[in-house]
T-cell receptor, first 118, second 111 residues
Framework: GAVVSQHPSWVICKSGTSVKIECRSL??????MFWYRQFPKQSLMLMAT?????????EQGVEKDKFLINHASLTLSTLTVTSAHPEDSSFYIC??????????????FGPGTRLTVL | GQQLNQSPQSMFIQEGEDVSMNCTSS?????WLWYKQDPGEGPVLLIA?????ELTSNGRLTAQFGITRKDSFLNISASIPSDVGIYFC???????????FGTGTRLTIIP
């Protein structure tokens, strides 16, 4: 149990285009989903927290108009990187919490999406 | 954002050796979690700790929640090749659903 998937696993796009990344909780309904960014050889940095049906809460320094988050259901959250630029190239990882039978705050992570902007 | 300090940054050990790493914070956390991340993958939860002083095992892994609530350690006994990866600690404040991640410890096993 507690499986989180992400799609796509990797994407290459041209500068100026938008990219959508999906995060799904496969065997549970997640009360909260989180989006992280990880640069090479660095730790995970939280970008935003989202709850189903409400607006995401962004961390300081993260542009909400550039990183659009939609949490349409208890099993799906999407991150759209708008007008991507090379400096947005990174490893984007989502996590979900609210697993039945587990402590509600324990986060389970997806496999990540590697974004490369040319 | 804030990060937790993990030490050592990297470890080079031989198969069969025991491993010990720790994580320290300047502030108190209510929950400590240990994750392992393989290259190109998301972190996988290894152990969760919810009470100061708690000692929890998961197979060859043992982790403890420091009594000051500002630190935690992870031990791996009799290391095997699949233990290679980056280990992250993460702390959570009471009443705050966000995690703060450590800087990571990279474990390499020398043939």
């Amino acid at each position: 149990g507690a499986v989180v998937s992400q799609h796509p696993s990797w994407v290459i796009c041209k500068s100026g285009t938008s990219v959508k990344i999906e995060c799904r909780s496969l065997d549970f309904q997640a009360t909260t989903m989180f989006w992280y960014r990880q640069f090479p050889k660095q730790s995970l940095m939280l970008m935003a927290t989202s709850n189903e049906g409400s607006k995401a809460t962004y961390e300081q320094g993260v542009e909400k108009d550039k990183f659009l988050i939609n949490h349409a259901s208890l099993t799906l959250s999407t991150l759209t990187v708008t007008s991507a630029h090379p400096e947005d190239s990174s490893f984007y990882i989502c996590s979900a919490s609210g697993v039945p039978g587990h402590f509600t705050d324990t986060q389970y992570f997806g496999p990540g999406t590697r974004l490369t902007v040319l | 954002g804030q990060q937790l300090n993990q030490s050592p940054q990297s470890m080079f050990i031989q198969e069969g050796e025991d491993v010990s790493m720790n994580c320290t914070s300047s502030s108190i956390f209510n929950t400590w979690l240990w994750y392992k991340q393989d290259p190109g993958e998301g972190p996988v939860l290894l152990i969760a700790l919810y009470k100061a002083g708690e000692l929890t095992s998961n197979g060859r892994l043992t982790a403890q929640f420091g009594i000051t609530r500002k630190d935690s350690f992870l031990n791996i006994s009799a290391s095997i090749p699949s233990d290679v990866g980056i280990y992250f600690c993460a702390g959570r404040d009471f009443g705050n659903e966000k995690l703060t991640f450590g800087t990571g410890t990279r474990l390499t096993i020398i043939p």
